[in-house]
């Protein structure tokens, strides 16, 4: 049986601590492909993948009126060598990159939307997605919750596909819940991820339950207010995924606090909520964007309102004090993460590569 044609994988760059899941999707596929980086390379030994090509030089050297010439001439050349069959743009940011190519080789090209980039920053740039999004042979999103948002920015309706990031099931594995009051939170140091709704919330919690500790893992421009938490807060920055999974399990509870940032940047849908669910831990989390798709309130999470500081701690506290709260929750949590397996995201994936060729 012949080989599929391959499909190009384009990305702004590649790859951001934050976006595993990316990495995950792509390696777990079928066909076979090459990632197109438009901007700097970044965690490469994270992030293993090859083919790799970086086209960030090219761009910038290019004069301004000839940089998208020069980004198409590059994507051409390398369609035709690895004998593409559909480009696959993860992210929004600059799908509009691929259209020359797209057109002059008529081939079809699918784009994935993951929350900032089709609601905040879309949100600045209302003419930036309709003449991209409008001529793509499909929009994925991760959560039904960004549907609206994907049809409001230009998306036909009819070529919408909700397929998620999907939880990595033989690498995040459940384990017995521990009955130290220990805490976890994993996520990017931004205003969305509700660090200061959690840190509004701890002193609560330790007054209930004071031998509690929260353990804090991520980065980025909020990490002077990751570190304001006092003694029983600790900050790990960069965790890699063998840190994040030894983390969990380590942790009671896993927290995520989020809420809508001011610049309306939203969760679409929080996988970290979905190796703790796989892990066997409980989740707190809140009412927010695509969340609650991902959790089963009551059976897996305690969700609460978003930045409600008041209702989060009640929460934590819950779950620090009640064994068999903290039990039934971790107990239920593999087999709804089952659901979400990267594998069958990744299939889904495939599948729809090879309905729009």
């Known amino acids: 049986m012949a080989e599929r044609p391959a499909v190009m994988h384009f990305i702004e760059r590649?790859?951001?601590?934050?976006?595993?899941?990316?990495?995950?999707?792509?390696?777990?596929?079928?066909?076979?492909?090459?990632?197109?980086?438009?901007?700097?390379?970044?965690?490469?030994?994270?992030?293993?993948?090859?083919?790799l090509v970086c086209i960030d030089g090219l761009r910038r050297r290019a004069p301004e009126r000839l940089k998208r010439p020069v980004v198409t001439a590059c994507l051409m050349a390398i369609a035709r060598r690895r004998k593409v069959g559909v480009i696959h743009v993860h992210h929004g940011y600059r799908a509009y990159e691929v259209l020359g190519t797209s057109r002059r080789l008529q081939l079809p090209f699918v784009v994935s939307l993951h929350g900032h980039d089709v609601t905040g920053y879309a949100s600045s740039r209302p003419a930036l997605y309709p003449p991209v999004l409008g001529k793509a042979a499909a929009v994925v999103v991760p959560s039904r919750f960004l549907v609206d948002a994907a049809v409001a920015n230009g998306a036909d309706p009819s070529r919408v596909r909700v397929i998620p990031s999907g939880v990595d099931t033989s690498f995040f594995q459940p384990t017995p819940v521990p009955t130290a009051p220990d805490v976890v939170f994993v996520g990017r140091f931004v205003e969305k991820k509700g660090l200061d709704t959690l840190l509004a919330a701890w002193p609560k919690v330790l007054a209930a339950v004071p031998p509690a500790r929260l353990h804090v893992m991520g980065y980025g421009p909020l990490e002077a207010l990751a570190r304001s938490g006092g003694p029983t807060v600790t900050v790990t920055l960069g965790p890699d995924r063998s840190a994040v999974r030894a983390a969990i399990a380590a942790a009671r509870a896993v927290v995520s606090p989020s809420h809508t940032a001011a610049d309306d940047s939203v969760e679409s849908l929080l996988v970290v909520n979905l190796e703790a669910q796989a892990s066997g831990r409980p989740v707190v989390t809140t009412r927010h964007g695509g969340i609650p798709e991902y959790v089963d309130d009551g059976a897996t999470a305690l969700v609460v309102p978003e930045a409600d500081a008041d209702a989060l701690a009640d929460?934590?506290?819950?779950?620090?004090?009640?064994?068999?709260?903290?039990?039934?929750?971790?107990?239920?949590?593999?087999?709804?993460?089952?659901?979400f397996d990267v594998a069958g995201c990744a299939a889904a994936m495939d599948d729809l590569y090879a309905a729009v060729e």
Do not use: C, K
């Open 14 to 51: 590649w790859l951001p601590l934050s976006e595993q899941f990316v990495h995950t999707l792509i390696t777990r596929s079928r066909r076979p492909g090459v990632v197109v980086s438009s901007g700097p390379l970044e965690n490469v030994e994270l992030y293993p993948y090859e083919p």
């Open 315 to 339: 929460a934590l506290v819950r779950v620090l004090t009640d064994d068999a709260l903290a039990m039934r929750l971790g107990a239920a949590g593999p087999a709804w993460a089952a659901q």
